[in-house]
């Protein structure tokens, strides 16, 4: 059984308490997807932070 953490709003209580522990992840690290389309692609963390404060 697996949870479908795309349900879970980031606007909730419950979204925001979930999402606290990705804070603490290292910037450095490449992460897996594990649902969803992308599934078995990588993920940068904070990557798309990275991109927020350059013009194109």
Known sequence: MSI???G???QTILGKILRIPLQFIPV???MPILQGKLKGKKWIVKS???FRNIEF
Do not use: E, Y
Request: aromatic content about 8%.
């Open 28 to 30: 450095t690290t490449v």
């Open 48 to 50: 798309g932070k990275l």
């Open 4 to 6: 479908n953490f795309l």
């Open 8 to 10: 879970i709003s980031n």
